[in-house]
């Protein structure tokens, strides 16, 4: 009895010290580091951080991540690889878990749909594994790092029209497209050659500056037009050819994720001299023809469709249908045959408003109402009615516009839209410039001629940002917020290039976009909005390349909201400087660069 008494004790004994060396453990896991909240990457990636069930959703607030108790994060966990190329409004998955209700016909489940909050990722976005610094511009126009985009199946697909080719750890792009096998340059110049403009260049002496490429394949269009000083909007969905627009962006091309589906495209009305649709298989005459005329808003007095499809050419009784039809409704558009050659004919929108008021009582489709705003985009239907010119426009027979480059500082016409004078443009345009040159004496430790190239700036206002940009060898998306003065079309008036957009959700583009933002007062504005700085941080991050730069122009409050989460976003501080100017004396900038970092699984792949 004694025996079997000692025996259960000790039995007892051992499974204490197993108890409390498992605690022991416990204890040391969950708080061994001085965050336990978001302790590794390595820790963020086993978790495959981003399901429906986990706890990486933020909350709406910055009091969520300890700000209000002096919390500092040591680190944000990271997202599982499958999120490596997220948009967080372009999420096709986000569309099947959440059951919306999309008319595919439409293109409804191309357009944007944000997660919300409680659905959305506080985690940071891990580069392809061996990511790669980009080849920079203007060799990237030609070739890219295949890791940093590693996706060929495009490269298969359209081997027989020279889009892209596979060349060891590279890709390289040919400049063809499916619609001109031998090159975007030959086929430019043949565009320009059908329109009778000098020396077959088709900027026409500065007149032709902004172009809008819809289905844009890998943008090569735009790529070869910024030769002849002419910047193209390129778009295309995140369809089926899923990552076209990520290639042109990695090759430091203009372009951008969208759809001719419900809603108005970002842009305000007369803001390209060119709209250019090769093979985009878009159905035109769909719906009473609402996305030509949706193209038709964009269009400035005087601008050119081009068009090459087969409904253009070809002889079989279907294609033959499309061109009558769609020949019939530009017609009652009051669209002109201005050029038709082989595969491509050319249409010309009217400068006055002359055609549309000799049109027969009753003719489809109708004028837009009188009190319908052209400019009205953001989350605005398209209408399928033509949106005639202002009395500016109508008068001047044109948009009033100086050729390029002189349309960059010259006033634009629509500066009267705002009560904005010429003193207050021109004063603007110099106070950005000496800013512009303070940023880059800051910079200078850290880049050359050619470290940055795609550039964002988050708050345009004018655009004089960007026009202070112009003998770098740089584009600038200029972001307009929604809830302010609409003054993207003055953007467009300068020949620069952007969008309408609201900073409390994600920005329509793929992550390791952009080499550069620019952000001047945002992160007060959406402070001042109730939606979440530390969301913004996280999404500025995402869109940003490793090695890229951050410049914030703002209250001290928030740079040093900032540099509480510097080392969890693994960005580095690169220089700091009070204001340089009256008009905002109570800012400071604040300039900090993106790590290169690798999740544990790249490290051992390099291995």
Not at 110 to 127: G, M, Q
Not at 278 to 287: A, E, H, N, P, T
Not at 588 to 598: D, G, R, S
Request: aromatic share 10%.
């Amino acid at each position: 009895m004694r025996g079997r008494s000692d025996g259960g004790q000790k039995k007892k004994v051992i499974a204490l010290v197993c108890i409390a060396a498992v605690v022991l453990v416990f204890v040391y896991l969950f708080y061994g580091s001085s965050d336990h909240r978001a302790s590794a990457i390595e820790y963020g990636r086993k978790l495959g951080l981003g399901g429906d069930d986990d706890d990486t959703k933020q909350d709406d607030t910055s009091s969520s991540f300890g700000l209000d108790d002096g919390f500092t994060p040591r680190s944000f966990p990271v997202c599982d690889d499958r999120h490596s190329e997220l948009i967080p409004c372009l999420d096709r998955n986000l569309i099947y878990q959440m059951r919306l209700k999309l008319d595919l016909s439409l293109m409804e489940h191309y357009e944007r749909h944000c997660p919300p909050a409680e659905r959305r990722f506080n985690c940071l976005i891990p580069p392809p594994n061996g990511y790669k610094v980009p080849i920079k511009w203007p060799k990237s126009r030609d070739e890219v790092w295949k890791v940093n985009i590693p996706h060929t199946h495009l490269a298969h697909e359209k081997s027989d029209q020279n889009w892209m080719v596979v060349k060891g750890d590279k890709i390289n792009f040919p400049g063809g497209g499916t619609h001109f096998h031998y090159g975007a340059d030959k086929y430019i110049a043949s565009m320009a050659n059908m329109l009778n403009f000098p020396n077959n260049i088709l900027n026409n002496g500065g007149r032709l500056r902004t172009v809008f490429d819809v289905g844009c394949g890998v943008a090569s269009f735009g790529g070869y037009l910024l030769s002849s000083d002419i910047l193209a909007m390129s778009l295309a969905p995140n369809d089926v050819h899923q990552n076209q627009i990520q290639f042109a962006l990695e090759r430091g091309i203009p372009a951008s994720l969208g759809v001719l589906g419900t809603k108005r495209l970002p842009y305000p009305s007369r803001s390209f001299e060119l709209a250019h649709c090769s093979r985009c298989r878009i159905d035109w005459l769909q719906r009473d023809g609402i996305l030509l005329l949706e193209l038709d808003r964009v269009l400035r007095p005087g601008g050119y469709f081009a068009y090459s499809s087969p409904e253009a050419y070809a002889q079989d009784e279907e294609d033959r249908r499309i061109w009558r039809e769609m020949s019939a409704l530009v017609e009652r558009m009051c669209w002109k045959i201005a050029a038709k050659r082989n595969q491509t004919v050319i249409w010309q929108k009217p400068l006055t408003n002359d055609c549309y008021l000799e049109r027969e009582p009753g003719t489809q489709p109708p004028l837009c109402r009188s009190d319908s705003d052209p400019d009205a985009v953001w989350g605005v239907n398209m209408e399928a009615c033509i949106t005639p010119y202002s009395d500016h426009d109508h008068k001047t027979k044109g948009s009033g516009l100086a050729p390029w480059p002189a349309r960059l500082t010259s006033p634009p016409p629509r500066l009267a839209d705002f009560g904005y004078s010429t003193g207050m443009f021109e004063k603007d345009t110099e106070l950005w410039r000496q800013r512009v040159d303070s940023y880059w004496d800051l910079l200078s430790p850290r880049i050359e001629s050619n470290t940055v190239r795609n550039i964002m700036d988050m708050k345009a206002s004018m655009g004089s940002f960007a026009a202070a940009l112009k003998e770098k060898d740089v584009w600038v998306m200029n972001v307009v917020p929604e809830d302010g003065p609409n003054t993207l079309k003055l953007i467009y008036d300068r020949g620069l290039m952007g969008a309408i957009h609201s900073w409390c959700e994600a920005f329509s583009t793929y992550p390791r976009t952009y080499d550069l933002l620019h952000a001047w007062d945002i992160l007060s504005d959406i402070h001042k909005k109730g939606c979440s700085e530390v969301d913004l941080l996280l999404e500025m991050d995402r869109i940003l390349r490793p090695s890229g730069f951050i410049i914030i122009r703002d209250k001290q409050r928030v740079v040093d909201l900032v540099k509480k989460y510097l080392k969890a976003l693994h960005w580095e501080e690169v220089a700091k400087t009070d204001s340089d100017s009256d008009q905002d004396s109570d800012n400071v900038v604040f300039i900090v660069q993106k790590k290169l970092w690798l999740t544990s699984d790249s490290l051992r792949d390099m291995e």
